[in-house]
């Protein structure tokens, strides 16, 4: 009322005749103005995130800002503006696949955390709707700062699919020193044991039926149905191939990781990687 009348009337005559104080009024004013303002930021940070982050990931993007705001206010914000991230409706759909009996062991033996650049690359498989028939896509992800280092996509789930994947990898394949994965067949093939010979990779097999021996792997497919492939309609292979291209290029250089200290891949592998072979 006090500011809709403002131009007619003074603001202290106002508030003497409402009985209230002006440095009420105004403490109001400067919240408003204040709590807009972080309203814009927090829908600038959801959709940068490609409607991705939650309210603890904002918090950290705001604190880099200089604004400390607590998870719960963040949430009412985020409520108020239906601001929805993908992982409000998480889902996770089992996946039954056939098994290779190989002997090889497991050298990884879930120790995921602290380990050197190129020294162990884990990947899986998992698949895609492309309008009405289904597509895989393949990842290779360092575990030294859970970059996704290969990729690729295709419409059969094979030993093929795995090399192109390998095949987008930047530098010396040889600085890779183990390469885990599970036990599905695509990856017990005779193009598979002949790159690893190339280029001098040992080969790393969790336990039949554990998906915990390769769960960064799990974990980061989780992360690309939640965030790439739930909710999009791909008319095309190739429009699978080239936003698939696009959220990776994402993943590593912008996507703040929880794992990592709630810092990007790339800036990871700056902070704590002097020289690069």
Not at 81 to 107: G, W
Not at 151 to 175: E, I, T
Request: charged share 30%; glycine share 4%.
């Amino acid at each position: 009322m006090i500011r809709k009348n403002s131009h007619k009337y003074s603001v202290s005559a106002m508030c003497k005749v409402l009985q209230i104080s002006r440095s009420i009024y105004y403490y109001k004013i400067r919240n408003k103005s204040s709590e807009d303002a972080l309203i814009s930021m927090i829908k600038d940070i959801f959709n940068s995130s490609r409607n991705n982050y939650g309210t603890r990931k904002i918090k950290v993007e705001l604190q880099k800002k200089g604004y400390r705001v607590s998870r719960r206010k963040i949430g009412r914000i985020m409520k108020q503006n239906t601001l929805v991230s993908s992982y409000t409706k998480l889902k996770f759909k089992p996946h039954v696949d056939k098994f290779n009996e190989s002997k090889i062991d497991n050298l990884v033996k879930r120790e995921f955390k602290n380990q050197p650049y190129r020294n162990v690359v884990v990947s899986d498989l998992t698949y895609v709707r492309v309008r009405e028939r289904w597509e895989y896509i393949c990842i290779l992800v360092d575990l030294f700062n859970r970059e996704i280092i290969g990729y690729s996509a295709g419409d059969h789930k094979d030993a093929a699919l795995v090399r192109k994947a390998f095949a987008k990898v930047n530098g010396n394949l040889r600085n890779i020193e183990i390469f885990h994965t599970d036990r599905g067949n695509e990856f017990k093939n005779k193009i598979i044991d002949e790159a690893m010979l190339a280029f001098q990779i040992k080969r790393s097999l969790s336990m039949k039926g554990c998906p915990y021996d390769n769960a960064v792997a799990e974990a980061t497919f989780k992360i690309i149905k939640t965030e790439f492939v739930r909710g999009k309609v791909f008319e095309s292979l190739d429009e699978l191939k080239w936003q698939l291209a696009d959220y990776v290029n994402w993943f590593n250089n912008h996507r703040i990781h929880s794992s990592l200290g709630y810092v990007t891949p790339y800036q990871f592998k700056l902070n704590n990687l002097k020289k690069v072979v």
